[in-house]
Structure formats: C-alpha cells, structure tokens
C-alpha cells in the first residue's frame, strides 16, 4: 500500500469516526438519547419530554438517524424512533460519565441542582445486587408505567413518583426500599425517596438508572 493510499484511507475512517460524533454534537440531541434509552418514542413524545416543538425535534432525530444512532419504525402517522441498539446508550453513558470527570462546571451544577443527594445514601450496582440477592430490599421503578412496562429491573415495583403517596400500601415497612429511576440526573428517584422517608419507610436511591443496569447485563424484564 503505497503512502498516499494509506492517507486516503486514515482520512476516511475518521471521517466516517467523526459522522458519531457530529450525531452528538448538540445538548438537545443528547437529551434525546437519554429519553429514547428508556424505550422506543414517537416524535411527538420526544417532543414534549423535551420541551421542544416537533418541528425541531424531528431536524434533531434527523441528523441522529443520517448518524445510524437511531432507527425509525412508521405506524400509520406516527414515527416511533428507538436507539440503533446498546452500544448508543454506551457511549452517551462514556460523554455523561467522563463530562462528570473532567468538567468542574458539570460537578458543580449536578451538585447545586441536587443539594442533598448524600444524604440519600445512594446505592451502586454491585451493593444492590446484593441487597435484593439477599431479599433485603424493595426494589421500586418510579418512572412513569409505560417505561416500566416497556422494560425493567427483573423483580422491581412499579410505583410511579406521582402515585407513591397514594400507594405506600403496596410497600411493606418492615423492609429498606431502593427507589430507581431513569438515570442519575432524573429526580423521580429523589422524590421518592423523600415521600417513604417522610412516611416512616427506611429508603435510598439507586445511584444510576435502569439503561446503566441493562446496559451491565443484568437481569431485566418488561410486560
């Protein structure tokens, strides 16, 4: 191979590297990347999680799909977009955890944003596989129904943060309740760990989410 073929051929691979990375290069499209870990969307949906118009947020789903980041699935009028598969989620989770490592202004607005958060005693992956290997805990999903049912940590509740307090029937006082949500940046969780501890429960938060549970090739479910 003769050197100027070996530059035609770097170039393009790093052209091609670049088209991921160009998918990316937007705040509003990594926020779509979050919503659609969770399960498959329609533009609509996506739309209105991210308080954007449809119009902007089908450009945005766009230039993720020319990016082979998502696909499309058509149902009459709708669209329904879903990440092209695991690997999307990983390397939005690689941009979030090495934003929280190398960028002070990121560790600071998590922290402001979420003030008492240690004092949630969050749980990590390996403490909560051991909690509920030993029957020691509750596992509740607080994401909204349709994420749960679209898919889960195996032999969790779902307890939807806007339906807890008219639900804590369901959960029993005599054990700890872990309370999961989409993510380290979704406060459903949060919130329903303040609900319990105010009612009398012994309660914390699972430190990341359901995609950051499937992702490690742990049990999950769906309906």
Known sequence: ?????????????????????????????????????????????????????????????????????????????????????????????????????????????????????????????????????AGAAVLVDARPEDEFLAGHIAGALNVPVEELEARLHVLPMDQEVIAYCRGPYCAFADRAVAILRANGYRARRFSLGFPDWRSAGLPVASA
Not at 84 to 99: I, K, P, S, T
């Open 1 to 133: 191979m003769s050197s100027s073929d070996q530059r035609r051929f770097t170039t393009q691979l790093y052209d091609q590297l670049a088209r991921l990375t160009k998918g990316l290069a937007s705040p509003r499209r990594l926020e779509l990347v979050d919503l659609l870990a969770q399960r498959e969307r329609t533009v609509e949906d996506l739309a209105r999680l991210a308080a954007m118009s449809v119009a902007n947020t089908s450009r945005h789903l766009q230039a993720l799909r020319s990016a082979r980041l998502v696909t499309v699935r058509r149902a009459g009028l709708h669209a329904h977009y879903r990440l092209a598969d695991g690997g999307v989620f990983e390397l939005w989770q690689a941009v979030r955890d090495l934003g929280e490592r190398r960028l002070a202004s990121m560790r600071e607005l998590v922290s402001s944003h979420f003030e008492d958060r240690g004092a949630l005693e969050p749980v990590g992956i390996t403490e909560l596989l051991d909690r509920l290997s």
